[in-house]
Each structure stands twice: as structure tokens, then as C-alpha cells.
């Protein structure tokens, strides 16, 4: 008996900066193995096409650097809303439009980055979380990260934290997430502050939480 395949869509491109081509090409083959046919596009136009959108049971955003117009904006939070999954990781997803407050909502949170102060950092998994799909069996781990902010719905499932110290603005260490789902009407939303480069998707861990992100938000 034949299974019909889910559509996958990649959205990628703008700044360099977050290899959204080199990060994204990681997932093809994985997508593919989990019963997807996978659509890229390199432009924000495809949120054009609500019909595209309707019948797409994932999107993996990965685009940073240009705005995303009221009606692509539109589109794209309403097929979430009516089941198409959304995900994706760092800037790409998470600052990608910094002046649309009605997409930083859908998304869950909006990233402030601070790329002058990259180090080792342990990345925690919350213990109460632990029968997540995304998390279950896996342990914390370290990953060179930037230290950023993060301004966020307080209705997300939060699944991972970063600590970052206190500096001469902020006088103590705060907990910061990392790792987060959350649901949109009837579709699911996956985002990690990780994996910036290709070498953070190598991390076991970071890569493993990240397939099962992906998966997870499919509709």
C-alpha cells in the first residue's frame, strides 16, 4: 500500500551570516527519508501563494536581512493557524522580521544578538519537559553560542535554557530559552536559538532536537 508523501517548503537565503543555504541543505536528505517532497525557495514571494501554504505541512524558515510585506506576513500565520507547521532556528527564524510584531508572536519570541561575545556554553534541557518529543532522552550539552536576548510569549513550552552572566547593565546571571514549541490554532511551531553554523548542527544533541523539531511542528 502506498503512503502519500507530506510536502516540506525551505525558505531561505538573505544574510550570509546564518549559512541559511549550508544549515537548510543539512535537512534535505532527512526530510526526505521521513516521507517528504521538499520545495525550496530562496524568496519571501512564495507566502504569496495561499494555496501552496494550505497544502505545505511544513515550513523551515531559515531567511534573515529583508522585511516580509502585511500580506505575505498574513498568509503565512494563517496557514500555521490552520495546520501548516512552522520551524526553524537562530536569526533566521527568530529576528527575522524585527518590525512585525504579529509575526514575532506566531513565532514565539524575537532574538537580539550580541556577536561580539561568542564562548562555550552549557546548554540545559528542562527537567519538567523531559517527556517532550523534541528532548526525551537526551541530556544537556555544551555549544558555542553568542550571547543574545530574547523577548518572549510566556505561553511558549519552553525545552531548553542558555545562563548567560550579569554584566555592568544587568547585574545578575539569567536563564535564558534556547529550545521552544508552541501551537498556533491547529498548526505547531518548533525554534531554537541554535544552530547559527554548520558545525553547531554537528552536535549530536543539537542536531538530534533539531530533526525531531522539524517532525514535531509537521503537521
Request: aromatic content about 8%.
Amino acid at each position: 500500500m502506498s503512503h502519500a508523501r507530506r510536502q516540506a517548503l525551505i525558505v531561505r537565503g538573505g544574510r550570509e551570516g546564518d549559512s541559511p543555504v549550508q544549515t537548510t541543505n543539512l535537512f534535505l536528505s532527512f526530510l526526505a527519508r521521513n516521507g517528504f517532497d521538499v520545495l525550496v525557495e530562496d524568496c519571501l514571494e512564495v507566502y504569496e501563494d495561499k494555496k501552496l501554504l494550505a497544502e505545505t505541512d511544513l515550513v523551515v524558515q531559515c531567511r534573515q536581512g529583508d522585511e516580509i510585506t502585511p500580506r505575505e506576513s498574513a498568509n503565512l500565520r494563517e496557514a500555521v493557524h490552520e495546520g501548516t507547521g512552522l520551524a526553524g532556528w537562530h536569526a533566521g527564524l527568530v529576528d527575522a522580521f524585527p518590525e512585525d510584531f504579529d509575526y514575532q508572536l506566531l513565532v514565539g519570541g524575537r532574538l537580539r544578538l550580541d556577536l561580539s561575545e561568542t564562548s562555550r556554553r552549557r546548554v540545559r534541557l528542562a527537567a519538567e519537559r523531559a517527556d517532550h518529543p523534541v528532548i526525551t532522552g537526551l541530556s544537556d550539552f555544551d555549544t558555542d553560542a553568542e550571547r543574545y536576548w530574547l523577548l518572549t510569549d510566556p505561553l511558549i513550552d519552553v525545552l531548553a535554557t542558555i545562563t548567560f552572566d550579569g554584566d555592568e547593565s544587568r547585574p545578575g546571571a539569567a536563564a535564558v530559552p534556547a529550545v521552544w514549541t508552541r501551537t498556533w490554532g491547529r498548526g505547531r511551531v518548533f525554534a531554537s536559538a541554535l544552530g547559527r553554523r554548520p558545525d553547531d548542527m554537528n552536535i549530536p544533541q543539537v542536531r538530534a532536537l533539531t530533526e525531531r523539531g522539524l517532525l514535531w511542528a509537521s503537521r
